[in-house]
């Protein structure tokens, strides 16, 4: 028996409408505002510990904070089953699964009738960005999700102010849809992370709506991120003249004193909550963050491309994350208010995960619920799964830039492309021009990891590294890059650079240290915008002069450095055909100006 009571409701007409319109297909047993106070937060916590979802840490650990295993099969993005459902097949472009909006709504109204039921529905107002932008960028998620509730808590400005001001505006939004898929009938048991086989995580773009069913995980769920802030936005993005990209912002203060935030798109589980943090390795240099993962651009009155991070909280991975590789995250996570999904558990109430520390403990509790000892890693099984994630408030972090709060955001003077490349890519590569960036940006390689399901550690283009959040045709996404070049004086764009923190030495090792050490080619890439260093001209760009590279103190062999700082012609000759295979998919879409590049790559390296 199902009996809606709505605790609470909105002077927000249409939202109203749309929260019952929702609750007659879905037919929960009641129906919860989100107000995003601690006191609610309690009770959220409690109830998904009393389901045996959460398992609260030790609170001289980890305080307020909890242990989540999601279902085995439910752990990463699904990309095969993620869909841009335009009203016209070619805006979703052949990167993109597309299926008529109709057809779609026909084929997922089924699966949302009477899905919620036995359930509660929460309605979470957001906003992405700042309450006090010039245009706020609200959603409201709708979830049968206590855990969606309360990492979305964490992620985003959620709740009550979100609401009111959403009442005073009537302000359009967007409307996100999400559901287990897991009804429970009358007396059935509930399971500690209700999923479906069945998953689709669909977008709307002309609409500005969402709908996600079966899927309880991350990038899956939490609607407020990836499926807005990068598919939904990217297309707002497009129409409106700015930017939405996946990208981290590092402010960088140099030993003069000197400021330069610098943006960098790195695809999934590549590096980017790492670089947003880093600890810097030079003396007087100054590292803070303003964002991890989503940068939105736009273009101030003095030409300048400003981002601001419309995150709240940090959704990191959770192994190789430590003290000597990232011990800011480790300090943000000691703060506890953190969700830890599919990370292990020590027999002390606290968590571990491969990476963490050095000295792997005795005892653990994998994120399977299995006993497991370093034996078990060694025979390779490792106790968390590779994209198992903590969730904290990026208040938190001791990093932040005071930035963060400036609703218009920090102006970009620098944007770097880079992913996970064993040869080929140089660590780093100077464009010659924003057209030539954008081709950096649309040529982007990495070997897919286990942040999203399917093989991990195969090589394929990744424009921007946003192959998976381009909410439109991917051809007309390379064009509005292009477009934002020619538009803006360009002596105002950022300049934009290729990086590789990943290739291999001859050993099969990493060639070059990252992590903090990334320092040594932020200082490059620095000195390169205060016109203090030259740089060597090669067929793929510039590239830092012997010497200009500072490796003082770093234990590289010279063999380790050439390796890292190589531009091999061969090797790049052998990727010509990979790129024109990558173009030739655009067909029509892809623009001239691209091909115009590839031309010029192409006749340096005859
Ligand atoms: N060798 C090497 N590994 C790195 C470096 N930076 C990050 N990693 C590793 O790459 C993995 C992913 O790093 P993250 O910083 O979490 O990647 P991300 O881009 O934020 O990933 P998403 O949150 O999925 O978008 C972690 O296991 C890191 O330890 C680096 O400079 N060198
Ligand atoms: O979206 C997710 O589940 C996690 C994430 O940040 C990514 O995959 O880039
Ligand atoms: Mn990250």
Redo the contacts with the bound molecule.
Sequence with gaps: MSTISTQGTTHHTELAGWVEEVAARTRPDRVVWVTGTDEESAEINALLVEGGTFVQLAEDKKPNSFYCASDPDDVARVEDRTYICSVEEKDAGHTNNWMDPAQMKATLEPLFDGCMTGRTMYVIPFVMGHLEADQPMFGVEITDSAYVVASMRIMARIGTPVLAKMEELQADYVKGLHSVGAPLADGQADVPWPCNDTKYIVHFPEERAIWSYGSGYGGNALLGKKCYALRIASAMAHDEGWMAE?M?ILKLTNPEGVVHYIAAA??????????AMLETTLPGWKAETVG??IAWMRFGDDGQLYAVNPEFGL???A???GYG??PNAMHTIERGNSIFTNVARTDDGDIWWE?MTDDKPEHLTSWKGKDWTPADGEAGTPSSHPNSRFCTPIEQLPTLAQEYYEPNGVPISAILFGGRRKTTVPLVTEARDWQHGTFFGATLSSET?A?ATGAVGVVRRDPMAMLPFIGYNAGDYLGHWLDMGKQHDESKMPKIYLVN??RRDADGG?A?P??GE?TRVLKWVVDRLEGTVGADETPIGLTPRAGDLDVEGLDLTDEQLAAALAVDEQEWRDELPLIREWFDKFGDALPQQLEDELQTLTQRLA
């Design positions: 996946h981290l790195f695809p999934s589980a590549c590096g980017k909550t790492n670089l991890d993962d959704f990191g991975v192994p190789g994350t590789t990232n990476g990891t942040a923190w990943f990493f070059w990252g992590f990334n």
